[in-house]
């Protein structure tokens, strides 16, 4: 196998188990809930599209960095495959019904638990950060979300909406 | 190496349960309502289990190099079906997004308020120089690459950054997810509040709104819908803001509120 292609291999696999663990969560969810999203089978072919929507959006976003344009080349993969998924899903409808038989918080848990863990090695850095800028943290995180929340509802206040 | 990729596997396997059965807590300060999502239990546990004292035994193997770096490594890979998801949220309701398209682009100036409200603080506290770096964003990668590009990291600038960078990694979907829906509590509106949540950071981003679906489930489709659109808009003209708008605004700011110093 050439390097690309087993690079491939790698981000397929670990797609498949990024899918794989929100299956479990939604599982277990369900036991914690009977009431939330069922498992059925199109949860199945909703977890598969996504794999497949995500791996598209791996490809594109390595395409593009051939582009000559510094924001496309630059433009995050993340944005790449919500584009892609956006894209056919405004194509068919298929895709969303499948795609909306997923629980939305079941994906959320696996991609934090596994955020935790990737950060496990910062732990020591927080020593060499100032309790300044942690305070500055705050006000920083808050002042984005409130001012963009302010514009927002003005914005729609002035919309009629 | 395999079997330290078990160890890893069941571990996330456990953390995620542990989650999911802890489920979604909502206690109230006061009159307002904080809900924490199984994913702010799930951050919190895989981050208190890694502090070092605790890393002996069977800790020590799950968190081993091997495994904390492919956590690092992949974890854009892990993020990816979460992004392919929000595009069937948007699919359905663009042509309300597009309506209100200027809504959304106005917003994104929102976005300033790093600058708007974090400096002063930042000066107040008595901070200088790190100052530019902990306040022209989030704390991204776009504001690490800005100022590194510009002042190095090994500058107070560059410090800042950094600081701002680990703080905002490890704390900072527990901040959004808590602090989203005490702004519902002050009266903003979902959708507004929804659309302020693209900012700039996709797991802070699904963290605010994920908290805004767990208060208003009915209303799951729209929030998620408005924070994916605009969470995907600032991910194109976020550069464009922060370069052209964020950076001379706080130049300008900064000599203002540092004028009194001493040369």
Same mark, same amino acid.
Do not use: H
């Given at each position: =196998?050439?390097?690309?292609?087993r690079?491939?291999?790698r981000?397929?696999?670990v ?6 663990l929100?299956?479990?969560a939604?599982?277990?969810k369900?036991i914690k ?11 199945f072919?909703?977890?598969g599209?996504?794999w ?9 976003a ?13 433009f ?7 584009i892609?998924?956006?894209?056919l ?12 038989a997923v629980d939305?918080l079941?994906?959320?848990?696996p ?7 990737s950060?496990a ?12 800028v ?15 929340a302010?514009?927002?509802?003005l ?7 | ?11 996330v ?6 989650a ?11 009159? =307002?309502?904080?809900? =924490? ?9 895989? =981050?208190?289990l ?13 968190? %081993? ?9 992949y ?13 069937? #949220? ?12 200027w809504?959304?682009?106005i917003q ?9 409200i974090?400096?002063p ?9 790190e ?7 989030i704390?991204?990668e &776009?504001?690490?690459a800005?100022?590194?590009e510009?002042y ?6 560059g ?6 960078y ?18 519902l #509590?002050?009266?903003?509106?979902v ?5 302020? %949540? &693209?900012? &700039? ?8 709104s ?5 208060r208003?489930?009915e ?12 969470q ?10 922060m370069v052209?708008?964020a ?17």
């Amino acid at each position: =196998m050439s390097p690309t292609m087993r690079r491939y291999v790698r981000y397929a696999l670990v797609l498949l188990l990024s899918v794989a663990l929100i299956l479990f969560a939604q599982e277990i969810k369900l036991i914690k809930n009977p009431d939330s999203t069922p498992i059925t089978s199109m949860t199945f072919v909703g977890l598969g599209i996504l794999w497949l929507f995500s791996f598209i959006g791996v490809i594109i976003a390595d395409l593009m960095k051939l582009v000559p344009i510094k924001v496309i080349r630059d433009f995050p993969i993340l944005g790449w495959v919500s584009i892609t998924s956006l894209s056919l899903c405004l194509v068919s409808d298929f895709f969303v019904e499948a795609i909306q038989a997923v629980d939305f918080l079941a994906i959320t848990t696996p991609i934090l638990t596994v955020a935790g863990i990737s950060v496990a090695n910062r732990l020591v850095d927080l020593r060499k950060t100032s309790w300044k800028v942690a305070i500055v943290a705050v006000f920083v995180f808050a002042g984005t979300y409130v001012c963009s929340a302010l514009l927002a509802q003005l914005g729609l206040f002035l919309a009629g909406n | 190496m395999v079997k330290n990729f078990v160890y890893f596997l069941v571990f996330v396997l456990a953390v995620i349960a542990a989650a999911e059965l802890i489920g979604i807590q909502t206690f109230s300060i006061g009159s =307002m309502n904080i809900s =924490m999502l199984p994913l702010v239990f799930a951050i919190a546990i895989a =981050m208190i289990l890694a502090l070092p004292f605790l890393r002996k035994g069977i800790l020590k193997k799950i968190y %081993s190099k091997k495994n904390v770096d492919f956590a690092s490594k992949y974890l854009i890979f892990i993020m990816l079906p979460l992004m392919a998801r929000y595009g069937s #949220d948007v699919a359905p309701q663009i042509r309300e997004i597009l309506q209100v398209g200027w809504v959304f682009i106005i917003q994104e100036i929102g976005n300033l308020g790093t600058v708007l409200i974090g400096l002063p603080i930042a000066i107040l506290i008595g901070l200088r120089r790190e100052a530019i770096g902990a306040t022209l964003g989030i704390g991204r990668e &776009g504001e690490l690459a800005y100022i590194s590009e510009k002042y190095t990291l090994e500058s107070p600038e560059g410090r800042g950054v950094i600081s701002l960078y680990v703080i905002g990694t490890l704390f900072g979907t527990m901040f959004f997810s808590i602090f989203a829906p005490i702004l519902l #509590d002050f009266g903003f509106r979902v959708e507004a509040l929804a659309m302020a %949540s &693209g900012v &700039g950071s996709g797991s802070m981003m699904s963290a605010a709104s994920a908290t805004l679906v767990a208060r208003v489930p009915e209303m799951e489709s729209t929030i998620l819908a408005y924070a994916s659109a605009s969470q995907l808009l600032t991910s194109f003209i976020g550069t464009f803001t922060m370069v052209f708008l964020a950076a001379p605004l706080q130049q300008f700011m900064y000599k203002f509120l540092v004028r009194g110093d001493k040369k």
